[in-house]
Nanobody
Framework: QVPLVESGGGLAQPGGSLTLSCTAS????????MGWYRQAPEKERELVAR???????TYADSVKGRFTISRDGAKNTVYLQMNDLVPEDTAVYYC??????????????WGQGTQVTVSS
């Protein structure tokens, strides 16, 4: 498993912005896709956004037009720019990465989670 290091969570006011970042540390692997999931209290973990090789992106309907996912392939880092935050965005955000060391040795990794709280 490839370690993922997240940063950027915290407290924001409604209408505010936060940027999350996640870096896959180490070497000798190829990343096929990275993304962000979130889990609010008493709710299931859900996909927020993901980006795969070729820069194809997918967003949850609830964040379309407000969140932007991007990736720096050279740094194995994915970013989530979150604008126009609403209280319903409050959750623990988890970074996710999938890739491979070799053709027969793939991996899926999760970050430790970073808290995002939207409140006035």
């Amino acid at each position: 498993q490839v370690p993922l290091v997240e940063s950027g969570g915290g407290l924001a006011q409604p209408g505010g912005s936060l940027t999350l970042s996640c870096t896959a540390s180490g070497s000798g692997f190829t990343i096929n896709g990275m993304g962000w999931y979130r889990q609010a209290p008493e709710k299931e973990r859900e996909l927020v956004a993901r980006i795969i090789t070729g820069e194809s992106t997918t967003y949850a309907d609830s964040v379309k037009g407000r969140f932007t996912i991007s990736r720096d392939g050279a740094k194995n880092t994915v970013y989530l720019q979150m604008n126009d935050l609403v209280p319903e965005d409050t959750a623990v955000y988890y970074c996710h990465a999938a890739g491979a060391y070799t053709a027969s040795r793939s991996f899926v990794s999760w970050g430790q989670g970073t808290q995002v709280t939207v409140s006035s």
